[in-house]
């Protein structure tokens, strides 16, 4: 499985981005991808999660801000990110797993929201 994240880049705060992350290969038609995020100088944590069948979870930090939805016919899932702070800052990974698998991870696309 191959996963490609688009769509960081700098804002300010109060801004808004949108993260697409775009799976190919054999994904499965029931998988769990995921958002994480790794702050400088920080453990990566999961941002949010959302199943094939459309159930989410966020992390408390995240919520009432961030949505996670996911395209199946396309493979791919978004992060809407709102109200954007400076303790968003950092990379941001997609994931997907699959049952019988180890995670597959993709590259980092980059958040940075400036004071």
Excluded: H
């Excluded at 949108?18 to 769990?32: D, E, K, P, Y």
């Excluded at 966020?58 to 493979?75: H, L, M």
Aim: net charge positive; glycine share 12%; hydrophobic share 30%.
């Amino acid at each position: 499985v191959q996963l490609q994240a688009s769509g960081g880049g700098l804002v300010q705060t109060g801004d808004s981005l949108r993260l697409s992350c775009v799976a190919s290969g054999r994904t499965s038609s029931i998988n769990v991808m995921d958002w994480y995020r790794q702050a400088p100088g920080k453990q990566r944590e999961m941002v949010a999660s959302i199943s094939s069948g459309g159930r989410t979870t966020y992390e408390d930090s995240v919520k009432g801000r961030f949505t996670i939805s996911r395209d199946n016919d396309k493979n791919t899932v978004y992060l809407q990110m709102n109200n954007l702070k400076p303790e968003d800052t950092g990379a941001y990974y997609c994931t997907l797993r699959r049952v019988g698998f180890g995670p597959s991870w993709g590259q980092g696309t980059q958040v940075t929201v400036s004071s």
